[in-house]
């Protein structure tokens, strides 16, 4: 058997063939930006220092989502209907989850 190559039914791995990514620099730069904005928000007096560090937190919580929605727009590129649907799904329950806080629903 040796020198013969074996088949298998399952089809090998595919590599992405999308090109240009820049998610990871610009990740990067955002937490290096954010870094920079909650230590003015620390730093700086009430009003501005306030606003600063509220932006901060919005930041914090939105680039995880962010990157989500980017994910799952590289996954409809890639034809892959599967995560598509499991990011989706994530993100609905997200939006769900801020309209019921929203609403106070269990408060």
């Known amino acids: 058997m040796s020198g013969t190559a074996t088949t298998s039914s399952h089809p090998p791995g ?3 063939t999308i090109r240009g990514r820049w998610q990871r620099p610009a990740l990067t730069w955002t937490t290096r930006a954010l870094l920079v904005v909650a230590l ?3 730093v700086l007096p009430d009003p501005v220092g306030d606003a ?3 932006a901060a937190v919005v930041v914090v919580a939105a680039v995880p989502l962010l990157r989500v929605a980017w994910l799952i727009l590289r996954w409809a590129q890639e034809e892959d209907g599967r995560f598509v649907l ?3 799904a994530l993100l609905v329950v997200v939006a769900v989850g801020a309209v019921l806080a929203a609403l106070g629903v269990g408060s």
């Open 52 to 54: 600063l560090a509220l």
């Open 86 to 88: 499991t990011g989706s």
């Open 14 to 16: 595919r590599v992405s």
């Open 40 to 42: 003015l928000g620390w």
